[in-house]
C-alpha cells in the first residue's frame, strides 16, 4: 500500500513536470528585424584598420550599419542604435524612430535598448529611446562613465542615463534578456572591454548570432583576424573562438553586422524573421 502511494505520488509530480514544461513552451512569439542604420559609403580597404597583421593586400568589402529590433511577445529590445543623424554622408536615410513607426512601434513601447559596444556606429541613436533600459557590456559602461572616456568612446548620447535619468544595467557577463533563454546578450570582450554578441532563437528560422563587431567582415570572422582599433587583441580571439563553437553547437546562423554579404540572411525590412 505504502508501496503504491509513493508511485501514485510519483505520478502526479511528474504530471505537475510535464504541464510546466508545457507553459514553458507556450513561450511569447520572437521575432527579428533588421533596420538599415546608416547609409553605406564606397567599399574599404579593410587592411588600413581592419587587420593588425597586413591580411588582405588590397581587399575591398562593402560595409553596411545595421540595428535590429526584436520583438518579445508584447516587448521589444532595440540592438544598437547605427550611425547618429548628423553623421553627413553615411547618416541613415531613415532614423530609428521612424523605422520603428513603420512597423508600428513606439519608442515607449522599447523596453530594452541593448548596445553591442560603444563606437560611434552602434549608439547614434541610443538618446531616442530615452524611456528603455540600457542594456550594455560593463567594461563599456564603466570607460563612459570613466572621468575621461578613452578615445572611441563618446559618452554624450548616453547622457540620460549616465545622469540617472534613465535605467542601465551594466551587463559583466551574458545577460538572458528576457528571462526566457530566447534572446541572450553573450560576453565576448576584445573590439572594446565590455563588447557584447547576441543570441537570438527563433522558432521558424532556428538559432540567430548577430555579431556586434566581433568581426566586421566574412574574413576576420574565419581567420580570426583583429582590426588594429580593438582594445585587447588576445580577449578578441578568445571571444571568435567562443562565439564559433557556439554557432556550430546550436547550428545558428552567423550574422556579421556590418558585411553587406550577410543582409540577405534575414528577410528585408519590414518583414520580420520568425
Ligand atoms: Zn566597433
Same mark, same amino acid.
Given at each position: 500500500?505504502?508501496?503504491?502511494?509513493?508511485?501514485?505520488? $510519483?505520478?502526479?509530480?511528474?504530471?505537475?513536470?510535464?504541464?510546466?514544461?508545457?507553459?514553458?513552451?507556450?513561450?511569447?512569439?520572437?521575432?527579428?528585424?533588421?533596420?538599415?542604420?546608416?547609409?553605406?559609403?564606397?567599399?574599404?580597404?579593410?587592411?588600413?584598420?581592419?587587420?593588425? %597583421?597586413?591580411?588582405?593586400?588590397?581587399?575591398?568589402?562593402?560595409?553596411?550599419?545595421?540595428?535590429?529590433?526584436?520583438?518579445?511577445?508584447?516587448?521589444?529590445?532595440?540592438?544598437?542604435?547605427?550611425?547618429?543623424?548628423?553623421?553627413?554622408?553615411?547618416?541613415?536615410?531613415?532614423?530609428?524612430?521612424?523605422?520603428?513607426?513603420?512597423?508600428?512601434?513606439?519608442?515607449?513601447?522599447?523596453?530594452?535598448?541593448?548596445?553591442?559596444?560603444?563606437?560611434?556606429?552602434?549608439?547614434?541613436?541610443?538618446?531616442?529611446?530615452?524611456?528603455? %533600459?540600457?542594456?550594455?557590456?560593463?567594461?563599456?559602461?564603466?570607460?563612459?562613465?570613466?572621468?575621461?572616456?578613452?578615445?572611441?568612446?563618446?559618452?554624450?548620447?548616453?547622457?540620460?542615463?549616465?545622469?540617472?535619468?534613465?535605467?542601465?544595467?551594466?551587463?559583466?557577463?551574458?545577460?538572458?534578456?528576457?528571462?526566457?533563454? %530566447?534572446?541572450?546578450?553573450?560576453?565576448?570582450?576584445?573590439?572594446?572591454?565590455?563588447?557584447?554578441?547576441?543570441?537570438?532563437?527563433?522558432?521558424?528560422?532556428?538559432?540567430?548570432?548577430?555579431?556586434?563587431?566581433?568581426?566586421?567582415?566574412?574574413?576576420?570572422?574565419?581567420?580570426?583576424?583583429?582590426?588594429?582599433?580593438?582594445?585587447?587583441?588576445?580577449?578578441?580571439?578568445?571571444? $571568435?573562438?567562443?562565439?564559433?563553437? $557556439?554557432?556550430?553547437?546550436?547550428?545558428?546562423?552567423?550574422?556579421?553586422?556590418?558585411?553587406?554579404?550577410?543582409?540577405?540572411?534575414?528577410?528585408?525590412?519590414?518583414?520580420?524573421?520568425?
Amino acid at each position: 500500500m505504502q508501496r503504491t502511494l509513493s508511485l501514485l505520488a $510519483i505520478g502526479v509530480c511528474a504530471n505537475a513536470l510535464i504541464s510546466l514544461s508545457a507553459s514553458a513552451q507556450a513561450a511569447p512569439e520572437v521575432t527579428l528585424t533588421r533596420l538599415d542604420c546608416g547609409t553605406s559609403a564606397a567599399p574599404t580597404e579593410v587592411n588600413l584598420r581592419f587587420s593588425d %597583421t597586413y591580411a588582405y593586400g588590397g581587399l575591398k568589402v562593402q560595409l553596411v550599419f545595421s540595428c535590429y529590433l526584436i520583438k518579445h511577445g508584447d516587448d521589444y529590445l532595440v540592438w544598437d542604435s547605427g550611425q547618429p543623424m548628423s553623421a553627413g554622408a553615411v547618416a541613415p536615410k531613415t532614423s530609428l524612430v521612424d523605422l520603428l513607426a513603420q512597423v508600428k512601434v513606439k519608442p515607449e513601447q522599447v523596453k530594452y535598448v541593448g548596445i553591442s559596444h560603444y563606437h560611434g556606429d552602434h549608439i547614434g541613436q541610443v538618446d531616442s529611446l530615452p524611456k528603455s %533600459t540600457l542594456l550594455i557590456g560593463k567594461g563599456d559602461w564603466d570607460v563612459l562613465t570613466a572621468p575621461k572616456p578613452t578615445a572611441g568612446a563618446n559618452a554624450a548620447p548616453f547622457a540620460n542615463w549616465i545622469s540617472g535619468g534613465g535605467n542601465v544595467e551594466p551587463v559583466l557577463l551574458d545577460k538572458d534578456v528576457f528571462g526566457d533563454g %530566447t534572446v541572450i546578450m553573450l560576453n565576448t570582450p576584445g573590439h572594446t572591454p565590455g563588447h557584447h554578441g547576441l543570441l537570438v532563437k527563433l522558432k521558424e528560422t532556428g538559432n540567430v548570432l548577430l555579431s556586434g563587431d566581433l568581426a566586421h567582415f566574412h574574413e576576420n570572422y574565419e581567420s580570426s583576424g583583429v582590426p588594429t582599433f580593438n582594445t585587447d587583441r588576445a580577449a578578441t580571439v578568445a571571444s $571568435i573562438d567562443r562565439f564559433k563553437k $557556439i554557432a556550430a553547437n546550436l547550428k545558428a546562423t552567423v550574422i556579421i553586422q556590418h558585411d553587406a554579404r550577410d543582409l540577405g540572411k534575414l528577410p528585408a525590412f519590414p518583414a520580420s524573421a520568425k
